[in-house]
């Protein structure tokens, strides 16, 4: 009975959500109360029971030992999100990894405990190395606010990863460079990207927050043409850097790195402090297709002058720009070098009402992009205008 219950309230819930599972019964309440769980087909039952999180899942293991079976088909994960799992342990971890987790494996999000009142850390070397030769197919890693102060090095993350996010995360000193000794990491100055290099098939790469990333640390593992053919992640196509979140961090921008080219990069996207030297060295990336730029605040006259240098990019079609704060030129003193077609752009925006003036700022900002950037598409999401009040 009360697997009939829970089954029950599982359809109900999947039909509030209005996906489709391929097939569709129709069962009154006294019917339910005498129907028996064989007459739903087992693909379908998979179907319904991946509607549920991963909590939900455990959760519905323990109603009887068909549903203990189902629930551990590999279909069901896939794509395992763990960043809603509040009160997250390594008990947990390994609980899952042991019966739960396998060669179904594909992507994994897991959010550690450094912004939690709890603290502490809880993703260690062992489980790390079994789940690495658990789950020989895991190729999306997404790690966010996670403390990686307890691991030696990068070596211990998966080798076979296409698809790797630190987002807020906290890393040692030496965390990407594993080719030199332990001693010899902590007095190190500058930390480098050089061990990625040793995951072949990366091909997205996305460090959002995360700190001991610097411009030498691009250029070590950026693609470049060497002795023996390209060297460094050439299957990389899509990178994200992004501080948007701490304050008070002086050191150079790891983005400016970008200025000795990326081969085979195609989309980069930047975020916060990365934008203003990103942006500059972005005309550097002979393969680049489309750029990102958000949560940021940037200069008429500085856009329009990058955007100048990107024409010389052949394959650059998409510029796209997200929670932006831009800035207008500065007007002329009076009677001072305001040409007739300046004093016409004035006298238009004067004559508009001031909650206008921003949109017709941007859009006069997206006509002056298209002259430079003609076979180029732009786009403006949730941007505004930072406006003189005198």
């Known amino acids: 009975m009360r697997a009939h219950l829970v089954c029950f309230d599982i359809v109900v819930r999947a039909k509030k959500r209005k996906r489709c599972i391929g097939h569709s019964f129709v069962y009154t309440m006294d019917e339910f109360t005498t ?3 064989d007459y739903l087909p087992e693909n379908i039952l998979i179907d319904v029971l991946s509607y549920l999180s991963v909590r939900e899942l455990v959760r519905a293991g323990r109603v009887c030992k068909r549903w203990r079976r189902l629930v551990k088909d590999q279909k069901l994960w896939r ?4 960043t809603a799992w509040k009160g997250m342990t390594s008990r947990i971890l390994w609980v899952l990894l042991r019966q739960y987790l396998g060669g179904g494996l594909r992507c994994l999000r897991l959010r550690g405990l ?3 009142v709890r603290g502490g850390t809880f993703l260690s070397e062992a489980w790390l190395k079994a789940l690495s030769t658990k789950c020989p197919r895991l190729s999306k890693l997404y790690l966010l606010h996670t403390d990686f102060r307890s691991l030696p090095s990068c070596q211990l993350l998966p080798p076979f990863l296409k698809v790797l996010e630190l987002q807020g995360c906290e890393l040692p000193q030496g965390f990407f460079n594993q080719d030199l000794p332990a001693s010899s990491q902590e007095s190190m100055q500058d930390q480098h990207l050089q061990s990625l290099t040793s995951w072949e098939r990366l091909s997205r790469l996305e460090l959002c927050d995360t700190f001991r990333v610097t411009a030498n640390g691009l250029r070590g ?3 470049k ?3 023996c ?3 460094g992640l050439f299957r990389l196509k899509f990178l994200e850097m992004s501080i948007t979140t701490r304050q008070g961090y002086q050191r150079p921008m790891a983005s400016s790195g970008l200025g000795s080219g990326w081969l085979g990069l195609e989309e980069l996207s930047l975020g916060g402090k990365e934008v203003v030297p990103g942006f500059l060295c972005a005309s550097h990336l002979k393969d680049l297709k489309r750029l ?3 949560a940021c605040t940037l200069g008429e006259m500085q856009i ?3 955007c100048t240098m990107l024409r010389r990019l052949p394959g650059f079609h998409r510029l796209e720009f997200l929670d932006v704060v831009f800035q207008p030129r500065l007007c002329p003193p009076e009677g001072e070098g305001v040409g007739e077609g300046e004093q016409e752009g004035e006298e238009e925006a004067a004559g508009g009402d001031n909650e206008s003036k921003p949109d017709k700022l941007i859009r006069n900002l997206s006509r002056s992009l298209a002259v430079v950037l003609p076979c180029c598409t732009l786009a403006f999401r949730n941007c505004s205008v930072q406006i003189n009040p005198d």
């Open 79 to 82: 794509l395992v999100d763990l």
């Open 221 to 223: 593992c950026a693609a």
């Open 229 to 231: 053919g390209l060297e």
């Open 304 to 306: 329009v002058h990058n």
């Open 35 to 37: 129907c028996n769980l």
């Open 114 to 116: 450094l912004l939690s």
């Open 292 to 294: 990102y730029l958000k």
């Open 225 to 227: 043409e060497g002795v």
